[in-house]
C-alpha cells in the first residue's frame, strides 16, 4: 500500500515537473504554442508538484523501513536476473532519495552542491521514472499474483499483524497530511495560516508578495526614474522615459505570480500591454518577444516570449503592484506578469524589449 501511494506521488510529480520544465525551457517549435491561460494553471501545476514531492518524503522513509532488511539480505546476488534486479533497486533508491533532497533543498533556494540544480533535476527526474518503470516490470509477476490472491480471499494478513498495519499506515497518513497542510498554503490561500514549515509566506512583504531576487543580489542598488529609459526594437524601434511610459494607455489585471519553488499568490497589477508596445514597434501579430533585464548577471537576465504570451491581452509591462509602484525588489521601474508563466520568467527591471519574428 506505501509502494502505490508512493509511486502516485511521484507519477503526479513527474508529470508537473514535464509542465515546469517545458514552461521555463521550451524547445523552439514549442514556444509559440505554449498556453497563457488558464492564468493559473501554473500555479496549479507547480503547488501540485510542491506538494506532493514534499509528501512523498515521510512515504520514501516509510517504504524504506519497511523493506530495508531486503536491501541487506545474504547471499547478496543469488543469480544473473537477482543482481539485475538489485541493481535496478539501487539505482531507484539513490535516484529517488537525490531527487526529493535536491527538490526540498530547492524549496529553500539551498544549493550546497557544485552542478546546476535545474539540469540535474530535470535528468534524474528521467533517471527515477524509467527505474521505477524497470521495477514493475520486474516485479509484474508477483503483483499480478498478489492481486489474484487479493480478490479470491486467498491471502490475508494474520490477526495478530493486523494492528500494527493498521498503526503504521495510520501515523504514514497523519505525517503526510501534516506535511502537506503545514507547506501547500504557500500556493493555496486558504491553508494560508498554517503554513508553519513553509520557506515563504506570501503575506510578509510590504506590497504583499514574496521577493527571491532582490535588487542587491541582481546587483542593482542605484536605479532611478532619472536615468532609466526602455528600448523597443523591431520594424519601428523607439524608446521611452518612465514618464512616457506612465503616458501611456494603463491597465489592471489580476494574475497570480507563481515560483518554481512552490509558492504563488495572486496580485493587482497595472502597466502597459505588452502587446501594445508591440503594436507600437510595428511588430508582425504573430511575434515572439526577447526580454532583457538591467541586472547585470543572472540565468533568467534574458528571458523569451512566445507569441501567446506576448499577445495575451492580461500580460503587461507592470509598474504599480497592488496600487503601489513597484518597489525596487519587486522590479522598479518595470517588469513583466503574464498569466500562467514561471515566476522565474516575469522577468524584473526591464530595460530592453526586442521584437522576435
Known sequence: MIGRWLGAAFVVCFLTGLISHYLQHPPGWLADDLPSRPVWGYRLTQGLHVATGTAAIPLLLAKLWTVYPRLFAWPPLRSIAHALERASVAVLVAAAVFELVTGLLDTIQWYPWPFPFVQVHWAVAWLVTGALLLHV??????????????????????????????????????????????????????????????????????????????????????????????????????????????????????????????????????????????????????????????????YYRVTEMGSAYAHDPLTLLALRLNGQVLSLDHGFPARIIAPNRPGVLQTKWVARLEVRR
Open 137 to 298: 516490470a520486474i516485479k509484474a509477476p508477483q503483483i499480478a499474483a498478489h492481486w489474484r490472491h487479493r480478490s479470491s480471499g486467498t491471502r490475508a494478513l494474520p490477526a495478530e499483524d493486523l494492528p500494527d498495519r493498521r498503526a503504521l499506515l495510520t501515523g504514514l497518513g497523519l505525517a503526510v497530511g501534516a506535511v502537506t497542510i503545514t507547506t501547500a498554503g504557500q500556493s493555496l490561500s486558504p491553508l494560508g495560516r498554517l503554513t508553519l514549515l513553509a520557506p515563504r509566506s506570501p503575506e510578509h512583504d510590504p506590497q504583499g508578495l514574496p521577493i527571491n531576487r532582490t535588487a542587491a543580489a541582481a546587483g542593482l542598488t542605484g536605479v532611478t526614474a532619472d536615468d532609466w529609459r526602455l528600448t523597443v526594437t523591431g520594424p519601428l524601434a523607439y524608446e521611452l522615459s518612465l514618464a512616457e511610459l506612465q503616458a501611456l494607455p494603463q491597465h489592471e489585471v489580476e494574475l497570480p505570480i507563481a515560483c518554481v519553488e512552490g509558492w504563488s499568490k495572486s496580485a493587482h497589477w497595472t502597466g502597459v500591454r505588452i502587446r501594445d508596445l508591440l503594436d507600437r514597434a510595428g511588430a508582425p501579430p504573430h511575434a515572439g518577444l526577447r526580454v532583457i533585464s538591467m541586472e547585470r548577471q543572472g
